[in-house]
């Protein structure tokens, strides 16, 4: 009787054991994943120079897919002659973020989304997540810079395949088709941030302004940009009397040749060639909403510069949103300022630079949290396409601006537009102001508790 009440005390000892191990096997995990986090230090200042250029066709070359390495002999050369500098110092911050429970939980949602019979469920936990400091001016600045430098064209031309091979004869051209996403690394790989190129508009703008606007006007429409009986439709799907095809707009912005899909590509590749490192990614216009999307699809904390409203991209390519994903937890942010009528989806209508142009711009709201600067109350500036350029900065001779402007209401923090006209003094980010001689530097200075004889002083400094 002693031996079997005995036996009987093991199992039940085995079984609370086995109990209490389910109960914390999450916190375990979150110990592990705080482990690998505390990899990099929060708070902690990171340098990361250009590594690595990647190339994607889309139309012409959609399987060309190639990659340029830099050393830091060739930054320096780059530097030099390009004139943009390509080493950054960024801060990121240990805050919370989301983890899928299924590898393939993305996948699985966008499908359950498009079959209309099927009630669509993403299963995520909270988790550690290593992120940028957002509320940190130097590091927003600097992700303006990468953002910028994602415009230039790399000098370098030691290209090689990295999918099918190509023979150079047989790809002329090949540069002038596709995508190009730039990757910053820090000098131990931990944290990698990738700058995806934008819209190239206007004359003289580049090779890629045929492709960037076509994927544009698929992205950002209502209709596959057929605005009025003037325009050429960008897809089949108008029925007539302004009607689309629903079914058939969701196919038109999910195939294979465009740049959602070429990008979630590209990524990939470097996501698995790196699978140990924290990667952001960033980009300004069409960079910044390949950026937002790319994020959602990956759950990885994406910052875009002046994006069109990238909502309506989201829902039709059916990628996670709220409710089934809560915005704040999503780690996406859209910075702006309210003088941008494409950031603020109010370039559109038959006055507008947009139709002008030929860019059927038409949406307006982002996914995850928007921070937009009242440039037009505050600074009177005018609504205008030009002010949509990432180095596109007003001023007024001679004054010195402090702007206080609030953000919405997701972040209890302050945006300070800090500008001041220079005389024959340069620096890094400065562009010529009517004359040789003028230069004007912008800032953008993010805190949390601030007074006016502290702004004072530092503009002194």
């Known amino acids: 009787m002693k031996a079997l009440k005995s036996l009987f005390d093991t199992e039940i000892i085995w079984f609370i054991s086995f109990l209490l191990l389910f109960l914390n096997f999450p916190y375990a995990l979150e110990a592990a994943n705080q482990f690998i986090l505390n990899q990099v230090e929060s708070g902690e200042p990171i340098t990361v120079s250009l590594r690595h250029v990647f190339h994607h066709g889309s139309t012409k070359y959609p399987n060309l897919f190639r990659r340029m390495d830099l050393t830091e002999t060739k930054v320096r050369t780059q530097e030099l002659e390009s004139g943009a500098p390509l080493t950054f110092t960024l801060m990121g911050i240990n805050a919370t973020g989301i983890e899928y429970v299924k590898e393939n939980a993305v996948k699985e949602f966008r499908d359950m989304s498009k079959n209309k019979l099927k009630s669509a469920k993403l299963d995520w936990r909270d988790i550690p997540?290593?992120?940028?400091?957002?509320?940190?001016?130097?590091?927003?600045?600097?992700?303006?810079?990468?953002?910028?430098?994602?415009?230039?064209?790399?000098?370098?031309?030691?290209?090689?395949?990295v999918g099918k091979k190509y023979g150079l004869n047989d790809t002329f051209g090949w540069d002038q088709d596709g995508i190009r996403g730039y990757v910053f690394a820090s000098n131990d790989n931990k944290t990698l941030v990738i700058s995806?190129?934008?819209?190239?508009?206007?004359?003289?703008a580049g090779p890629t302004v045929g492709n960037d606007k076509f994927n544009d006007n698929r992205l950002f429409s209502c209709c596959c940009a057929y605005v009025d009986r003037t325009w050429s439709s960008v897809c089949p799907c108008y029925l007539d009397n302004y009607r689309c095809n629903q079914d058939c707009l969701e196919k038109s912005v999910d195939e294979d040749e465009l740049y959602f899909t070429i990008t979630l590509n590209m990524v990939d590749r470097i996501m698995k060639e790196f699978p140990k490192s924290v990667i952001w990614i960033t980009g300004h216009s069409l960079g910044g909403a390949l950026s937002s999307l790319i994020g959602l699809t990956y759950n990885i904390p994406a910052v875009a510069f002046e994006s069109p409203g990238d909502r309506l991209p989201a829902r039709r390519l059916h990628l996670p949103h709220p409710?089934?994903?809560?915005?704040?937890?999503?780690?996406?942010?859209?910075?702006?300022?309210?003088?941008?009528?494409?950031?603020?989806?109010?370039?559109?209508?038959?006055?507008?630079?947009?139709?002008?142009?030929?860019?059927?711009?038409?949406?307006?709201?982002?996914?995850?949290?928007?921070?937009?600067?009242?440039?037009?109350?505050?600074?009177?500036?005018?609504?205008?396409?030009?002010s949509h350029r990432i180095q596109e900065m007003?001023?007024?001779?001679?004054?010195?601006?402090?702007?206080?402007?609030?953000?919405?209401?997701?972040?209890?923090?302050?945006?300070?537009?800090?500008?001041?006209?220079?005389?024959t003094r340069p620096y890094i980010w400065s562009r010529d102001f009517s004359s040789p001689k003028f230069n004007y530097f912008?800032?953008?200075?993010?805190?949390?508790?601030?007074?006016?004889?502290n702004e004072k002083r530092l503009i002194k400094d």
């Not at 989806?345 to 937009?372: F, L, P």
């Not at 972040?411 to 537009?417: G, M, R």
């Open 394 to 423: 007003k001023m007024k001779k001679n004054v010195l601006i402090v702007v206080f402007g609030n953000m919405l209401k997701a972040f209890k923090i302050e945006l300070f537009i800090i500008a001041q006209l220079f005389f």
């Open 196 to 204: 995806i190129k934008g819209t190239s508009m206007g004359f003289g």
């Open 442 to 453: 912008i800032l953008y200075y993010f805190n949390s508790e601030h007074n006016l004889k």
């Open 129 to 161: 997540k290593y992120i940028p400091f957002i509320k940190n001016w130097k590091t927003i600045i600097n992700l303006a810079k990468l953002t910028y430098n994602a415009y230039v064209k790399p000098e370098d031309q030691d290209w090689y395949d």
């Open 323 to 386: 409710p089934a994903l809560p915005a704040e937890k999503m780690n996406i942010w859209h910075l702006g300022h309210t003088a941008d009528p494409i950031f603020m989806g109010v370039c559109n209508g038959i006055r507008s630079s947009c139709y002008v142009g030929g860019y059927a711009m038409e949406s307006k709201c982002h996914v995850g949290v928007t921070c937009s600067f009242d440039s037009v109350e505050k600074l009177g500036w005018r609504v205008d396409i030009r």
